[in-house]
C-alpha cells in the first residue's frame, strides 16, 4: 500500500457532514462533570440540547459515563471538541 505525497489531498471524511454523531465521556462522578461537558459541547456544537445528554454511573459509582450527540458539521469541528474534551481536567476518557 502507497503512502500519500505530502502534496497529496487528506483522505476524504467516512462521515457525512452534517450528521448527529454521540461522543462518550468518561470522568469521575461529580456534579460539576455534567455542566462542564455541557459548557464545552455547547461551544463547538450551539444547536446541542443538554436535555438529550445521556448519564451511567460505573458500577463501582466512582465513574460518570455520558454521551453527547452533537450535530457534526465538518471533521475540523469535531478535532477541536475532542481536543477540548480530552483536555478538559475533569475528563478521563473520550471515545
Same mark, same amino acid.
Given at each position: ?9 487528506? %483522505?476524504?471524511? *467516512?462521515? !457525512?457532514? $452534517? &450528521? ?29 440540547? %443538554?436535555?438529550? *445528554?445521556? !448519564?451511567? $454511573? &460505573? ?29 478538559? %481536567? ?6
Amino acid at each position: 500500500m502507497a503512502t500519500p505525497s505530502p502534496s497529496s489531498p487528506p %483522505p476524504e471524511s *467516512l462521515i !457525512q457532514f $452534517p &450528521s448527529a454523531f454521540p461522543i462518550k465521556v468518561m470522568g469521575l462522578h461529580d456534579a460539576a462533570l455534567v455542566e462542564a461537558i455541557v459548557a464545552v459541547v455547547v461551544q463547538h456544537d450551539p444547536t446541542f440540547d %443538554p436535555a438529550t *445528554l445521556e !448519564q451511567r $454511573p &460505573s458500577s463501582g459509582g466512582k465513574y460518570l459515563g455520558l454521551t453527547v450527540t452533537v450535530t457534526a458539521t465538518s471533521r475540523e469541528q469535531l478535532d477541536n471538541l475532542y481536543r477540548a474534551l480530552t483536555g478538559h %481536567p475533569l475528563v478521563k476518557y473520550v471515545l
